[in-house]
């Protein structure tokens, strides 16, 4: 479900000393319920293999068709991402989270993990549209138990960044978003 930004912005997150040039885009509230040690388990459950592969084919064919237009236009390209068009967020990190845990990386998509923490896990990703972070938080729910908080931050490039991000607005809030969502409920009991 979707949650006010401030469930974000209000927090006192790690990330905000250092990634203030991202716009907060989204922040969704995960169903993974679950104790307070259950990050690291949501982390490696969610990249791992066959765990978030997407399986409402109206997505599958969205992504599908991102990344042959991706391909068609060279917005994918190698040039276009993280340490060439743009600085990884891992290089403004202060010393402690530099030196410690990094988190999983994702085994099918191109996000790349930044940081993680026993309540942050931080990715990212950069191509000619946007340089993007998914953010991670481990909450408590006020009954006992925690869950997961995901924010899309963004730096849209320029002119063509910000009309995409307008232009797949509809179809993340009405198909990917949702479906994600689904996906990780679903999946999330089966995580180690």
Known sequence: MRIPNSEFTKRPWR???????????????????GGPDDLGRFARGFTAPNT????????????????????????DDEDKGVKKRVVSLRDRLPEDLKNG??????????????????????????NKT??????????EDGKGGHHG?????????????????VGIKPIRYTVVYPQLIRSIGKNWPQYT
């Open 52 to 75: 978030n592969e997407i399986s409402d084919k109206a997505t599958s064919v969205l992504f599908a068709i991102r990344w042959r237009l991706g391909k068609i236009f060279g917005w």
């Open 130 to 139: 946007v340089h993007a972070l998914m953010h991670v938080g481990w909450v």
């Open 15 to 33: 990330i905000h000393e250092f990634a203030s040039d991202f716009e907060v885009e989204d922040v969704w509230s995960l169903p993974t319920p």
């Open 149 to 165: 908080v995901m924010t899309a931050l963004v730096k849209p490039n320029g002119a063509f960044g910000k009309l995409y991000m």
């Open 101 to 126: 845990d990094r988190g999983p990386d994702f085994s099918g998509v191109p996000f790349r993990s930044v940081y993680m923490t026993d309540t942050e896990w931080v990715s990212e990703i950069a």
